[in-house]
């Protein structure tokens, strides 16, 4: 049964949104690894770079180069929280009935007790069957016994299906968790990665002051002013390549679990679906087999009288 779930499930449009999310927040991360080492790798250039009058121009854009990566690593490293925190809203959402659907542990109790109901109606039907004696006319007994038999094999489904739905609600609970501990430390990761950015963006100007003074006097003063300040622009640059690479590992988790959570959720919204045509029928059948039973009955009855 799961097996054919999941084939419908992989066939439908639901899906669509599954490859969506993992190609956009793909794109982001290798747009989001190339930027945070471009910045990092123009940063250590910049600090090996001479000192010296005639390389002024070259220091002064590998400290426009660092800038502008962190610049790109920083809008790539908001565009994943964002897609991510938005992914989160939907899980949660989810989980607590507002996404046009009951809260899973509602399905599951409504389920239960439908299936409970119509167990206890049906053992009723069946016994009440049974102590009828097996004589004269028996097409009234006959139908009964299919009605019965059909509502039967339909509960059996049906508790078949809640029983893998109480299985997904485990993993759905589970990915839930998961899923609100990376969301926190994504963002976390995002805000860091995105202060070291806005650090070296501040750092740019005064560092381009200073590397605009080298040579002249004092130069040795001069000189070592714009090592001094090189070094402090470079500095946000390792706290931004720590941030990228958290970012980077924990929304690929993410992604993992987000899609595992969608792909379980649409698994059992289509086994609850699944239950309430077995509902309809098996209480329809035991509601036909009722005045059948009472005819059978009636027919053993006068039978009974006139043997």
């Known amino acids: 049964m799961r097996l054919a779930l999941l084939g419908l499930l992989l066939s439908g449009p639901a899906v669509a949104?599954?490859?969506?999310?993992?190609?956009?927040?793909?794109?982001?991360?290798?747009?989001?690894?190339?930027?945070?080492?471009?910045?990092?790798?123009e940063a250590r250039f910049l600090a090996q770079l001479a000192l010296e009058p005639d390389k002024i121009p070259l220091l002064r854009k590998q400290v426009d180069l660092s800038v502008s990566a962190a610049g790109d690593a920083a809008a790539r490293a908001r565009s994943l929280d964002g897609r991510c925190q938005e992914a989160w809203t939907e899980a949660d959402d989810a989980m607590r009935g507002q996404r046009r659907r009951p809260m899973p542990e509602r399905s599951i109790v409504a389920n239960s007790a439908s299936i409970e109901e119509l167990w206890v109606y049906w053992r009723r039907l069946n016994q009440e069957l049974a102590n009828i004696p097996p004589k004269?006319?028996?097409?009234?007994?006959?139908?009964?016994?299919?009605?019965?038999?059909?509502?039967?094999?339909?509960?059996?489904?049906?508790?078949?299906?809640?029983?893998?739905?109480?299985?997904?609600?485990?993993?759905?609970?589970?990915?839930?968790?998961?899923?609100?501990?990376?969301?926190?430390?994504?963002?976390?990761a995002a805000n860091q990665l995105g202060d070291a950015s806005l650090a070296m963006q501040n750092l740019a100007s005064p560092t381009k002051s200073r590397i605009e003074a080298i040579g002249t006097p004092p130069e040795n003063e001069n000189r070592t002013a714009a090592s001094q300040k090189i070094e402090e622009f470079r500095s946000p640059s390792g706290t931004l390549n720590l941030a990228a690479s958290t970012l980077l590992n924990r929304t690929d988790d993410f992604t993992r679990h987000w899609m595992s959570f969608e792909k379980t959720l649409q698994e059992f919204d289509a086994l609850r679906d699944a239950n309430d045509p077995d509902f309809t029928d098996a209480r329809r059948r035991l509601d036909e087999a009722k005045p059948l039973i009472d005819q059978a009955r009636s027919q053993a009855a006068q039978n009974q009288n006139n043997p």
């Open 17 to 41: 949104s599954y490859w969506e999310f993992e190609s956009a927040v793909s794109k982001d991360r290798q747009a989001l690894r190339a930027a945070s080492e471009a910045a990092g790798s």
């Open 136 to 188: 004269g006319d028996l097409s009234a007994r006959k139908q009964a016994e299919e009605d019965i038999n059909a509502a039967k094999l339909g509960l059996e489904r049906a508790e078949s299906r809640t029983k893998t739905m109480r299985e997904d609600l485990e993993k759905l609970q589970s990915r839930h968790r998961q899923l609100r501990s990376l969301k926190d430390d994504i963002q976390t």
